[in-house]
Nanobody, 119 residues
Framework: VQLQASGGGLVQAGGSLRLSCAASGLTFSNYAMGWFRQAPGKEREFVARVHWSGSSTYYTDSVKGRFTISRDNAKNTVYLQMNSLRPEDMAVYSC?????????????WGQGTLVTVSS
C-alpha cells in the first residue's frame, strides 16, 4: 500500500494550496479517505473526510469553510484545497484510507507533505 502526498510548500497567511494524494495497493473506490495533519510536538489530528463516492464530506471545526476535500476515483487520488491559510495550519499533511463510516485511519501512511504558513 502506498500513499504519496504532494503539493505542500511555503505560503503566506491568507494564501491557498492544493494538496494531492495518490493511493495504490487497495481498491481506492471501496474506501472513504481522510486527510490528517501533524504539527511539530503535537499528535496527528483529523482534518477532513470524503465518502468513497465523493458524495459527502466532513471536516474538523477549525477548517470548515476554508478547506475542501474531494476525490477522483478514476485517478485513485484525493485532494485537499486549502484557502485562507493560517499559521496554525502549518503541519505535515498526510492522507489515509478510513475504516468504514468512521474517522479511524487504516495504519498505512506515506511521508506526507509539509505546509508552512508564514504570518
Amino acid at each position: 500500500v502506498q500513499l504519496q502526498a504532494s503539493g505542500g510548500g511555503l505560503v503566506q497567511a491568507g494564501g491557498s494550496l492544493r494538496l494531492s494524494c495518490a493511493a495504490s495497493g487497495l481498491t481506492f473506490s471501496n474506501y472513504a479517505m481522510g486527510w490528517f495533519r501533524q504539527a511539530p510536538g503535537k499528535e496527528r489530528e483529523f482534518v477532513a473526510r470524503v465518502h468513497w463516492s465523493g458524495s459527502s464530506t466532513y471536516y474538523t471545526d477549525s477548517v470548515k469553510g476554508r478547506f475542501t476535500i474531494s476525490r477522483d476515483n478514476a485517478k485513485n487520488t484525493v485532494y485537499l484545497q486549502m484557502n485562507s491559510l493560517r499559521p496554525e495550519d502549518m503541519a505535515v499533511y498526510s492522507c489515509a484510507y478510513l475504516y468504514g463510516s468512521t474517522l479511524k485511519p487504516l495504519n498505512y501512511w506515506g511521508q506526507g507533505t509539509l505546509v508552512t504558513v508564514s504570518s
